[in-house]
């Protein structure tokens, strides 16, 4: 079986940061690309950023030059490193990693458990 473990968020003010952290353990041959997202109260979910197997993440246009994906191949990790936070980043966060477990040929979408991150005015 493949675990995703999410870690970090929290509460911080306007203008501060914050470092979200998953981790893909367990059966896993490959991890693709992974994808962070958000949902806040009353909305859908939505893209944060995904960062492949090669090549740079990309990002939303609301955080873009404020987010910062980075991926740990040898250790399937993956962060979100979260600056000048604003109000409107308040949401729960997760991570989606694309990968293939060792039982199958088939890649399968892993989720995390999600975290919450608050930022107050």
């Keep these: 079986q493949v675990q995703v473990t999410e870690s970090g968020g929290g509460q911080v003010q306007a ?7 998953c981790a893909f353990t367990g059966s896993i041959a490959h991890l693709a690309g992974i994808g ?5 109260p009353g909305k859908q979910r939505e893209s944060v950023g995904f960062i ?7 990002y939303a246009d609301s955080v873009k030059g404020r987010f910062t994906i980075s991926r740990d191949f ?10 000048s936070l604003q109000p409107e980043d ?16 088939a890649y399968v979408d892993y989720w995390g458990q999600g975290t919450q991150v608050t930022v107050s005015s």
């Excluded at 203008?15 to 952290?21: A, C, D, E, I, Q």
């Excluded at 492949?52 to 993440?57: F, L, N, R, S």
């Design 15 to 21: 203008g501060g940061s914050l470092r979200l952290s």
């Design 36 to 40: 962070w997202y958000r949902q806040a």
């Design 52 to 58: 492949p197997t090669g090549g740079t993440a990309d």
């Design 74 to 83: 040898a250790k399937n990790t993956v962060t979100l490193q979260m600056t």
């Design 90 to 105: 308040t949401a729960v966060y997760y991570c989606k990693g694309r990968g293939r477990p060792t039982t199958t040929w």
